[in-house]
């Protein structure tokens, strides 16, 4: 079975600032990585699919990339709303999750 | 607007039963393969089962196999997660989502809003 592993595990950022979160596969999934964000107490939210697609009325500060094993996700300007855990997922497998606090 | 709708959940004793729904509306139910994924407390997500358009094929983590049932009524726009000799570790939020797929990818989109299930005696 494939794995995925986010790293951190946890950031603290602040407003306005750059944020980046990666993702390794365990064997190459090609472009087959998706990312979710999650708020407290919320169902996940797609954010990008195929590892660089923005879902439809996603702010354009987020952007994905990436191919084969390592995968990134950046939040180019941090907004208030942003703070939240973020997934990848690849088929049937997610990873850990990254949570990003102030 | 595509939306999932859920019901069920609940408390119930360890080696107990309960049963989950999940209402579609906004899209063709009929057309989509459907998907259960869980969130115990403080952790991360973790995916259940699937079930094919027509409910002809069933796939499921092998912590689910023997012990839930995933179903639909495509005619009730309905999606179901049967589930049986409950443990105290499936205590979790249990969503629904519907799975989008474009060739050989997919992703969940949307999700149902979640149902807390609690395994307790």
């Known amino acids: 079975d494939i794995q995925l592993t986010q790293s951190p595990s946890s950031l603290s950022a602040s407003v306005g600032g750059r944020v980046t979160i990666t993702c390794r596969a365990s064997q190459n999934i090609r472009d087959f990585l998706n990312w979710y964000q999650q708020k407290p107490g919320k169902a996940p939210k797609l954010l990008i699919f195929a590892a660089s697609s923005l879902q439809s009325g996603v702010p354009s500060r987020f952007s994905g990339s990436g191919s084969g094993t390592e995968f990134t996700l950046t939040i180019s300007s941090l907004q208030p709303e942003d703070f939240a855990t973020y997934y990848c997922?690849?088929?049937?497998?997610f990873g850990q999750g990254t949570k990003v606090e102030v | 607007e595509v939306q999932l709708v859920q019901s069920g959940g609940g408390l119930v004793q360890p080696g107990g039963s309960l049963r989950l729904s999940c209402t579609a509306s906004g899209f063709t139910f009929g057309s989509y393969l459907m998907s259960w994924v869980r969130q115990a407390p403080g952790r991360g997500l973790e995916w259940v089962a699937n079930?094919?358009?027509?409910?002809?094929?069933?796939y499921y983590a092998d912590f689910a196999e023997g012990r839930f049932t995933i179903s639909r009524d495509n005619a009730r726009n309905s999606l179901y997660l049967e589930m049986t000799s409950l443990r105290v570790e499936d205590t979790a939020v249990y969503y629904c989502?519907?799975?989008?797929?474009?060739?050989?990818?997919?992703?969940?989109?949307?999700w149902g809003q979640g149902t807390l299930v609690i395994v307790s005696s």
């Open positions: 079930i094919k358009q027509d409910g002809s094929d069933k």
């Open positions: 989502a519907k799975v989008a797929m474009a060739a050989a990818y997919n992703w969940f989109d949307p």
């Open positions: 997922h690849q088929r049937w497998t």
